[in-house]
């Protein structure tokens, strides 16, 4: 087996800020600014508290840690994460983790006001997210995997890849995986971000999600998949990403 697959790509944060952190090859699209060195505005755009955090964070802490401008659009405030709460406390809380967790990464938190376990997917709300991603003027969108068993993952993924379409393909678009097995579907990584040097920091935020049983869902979880990731990438830690372009048609040849 040879230890370098050429299928494998690490995402090239910036040029040189990033230091001593081998990424190669580059992000090949039209956006050849992503490569350049200037400052990118990057969204993430999640569907509860914690996606985001859980799906990203080390490569939200990296973009961040090299100067981009980071923002976390949360689809909603996970209203109804706790049969023992009313929406409006669930929201509360969870809303209060967000923003702690945010502060840990350097990111700008957004909420869009769709309601957890009931998220829609329509003209008006596409709309509404389309607004809302093209306000950050954004480079690069990351956006959770539509393949999923939860709905309102679907919904957050679909959003943001008609807000994609119908803003004219003006970002790259980047797909992230949650709960891989449970939740993800048939997910094949096309890019790796290497997130040894942040895992603390994503650590640190995931752990700021304290209604969400932060140690049993990294333990049993998230430090095995990021490890996984890791191991498919040839480093220690690694994000798997899903790279959506602009032209994915290829003729089988039948
Ligand atoms: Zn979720």
Redesign the pocket.
């Known amino acids: 087996m040879s230890k370098k697959s050429p299928r494998r790509n690490f995402i090239k944060l910036a040029s040189a800020s990033i230091g001593g952190i081998a990424f190669a090859p580059a992000i090949s699209g039209k956006k050849t600014s992503i490569a350049s060195g200037k400052k990118l505005n990057i969204v993430c755009v ?3 508290p ?2 985001p955090e859980f799906g990203c964070g080390g490569t939200m802490a990296k973009y961040a840690d090299a100067g981009h401008s980071v923002t976390f659009i949360y689809l909603t405030r996970g209203e109804a994460g706790d049969p023992n709460k009313t929406y409006a406390e669930s929201a509360a809380l969870r809303t209060k983790e967000a923003e702690t967790a945010c502060k840990i990464l350097n990111a700008k938190a957004v909420f869009a006001g769709q309601i957890d376990g009931n998220t829609i997917l329509n003209k008006e709300k596409t709309e509404d997210m389309k607004k809302l991603i093209l306000a950050e003027n954004p480079d690069i969108v990351f956006t959770q995997w539509p393949l999923d068993s ?1 709905q ?2 679907q919904v957050t993924g679909l959003l943001a890849l008609t807000a994609w379409v119908r803003s004219g393909k003006k970002f790259e678009l980047f797909f992230y995986e ?1 709960n891989t097995g449970s939740e993800t579907m048939a997910f094949v990584p096309t890019d790796y971000v290497d997130i040894t040097s942040v895992r603390d920091k994503k650590k640190a935020a995931m752990y700021a999600h304290k209604t969400q049983a932060p140690e049993q869902t990294y333990n049993d979880y998230f430090k095995t998949l990021e490890e996984f990731r890791g191991l498919e990438a040839n480093v220690k830690a690694a994000e798997g990403f899903v790279h959506f372009k602009e032209n994915q048609t290829a003729m089988m040849g039948l």
């Open positions: 999640g569907a509860h914690g996606d939860h309102d993952h949650v």
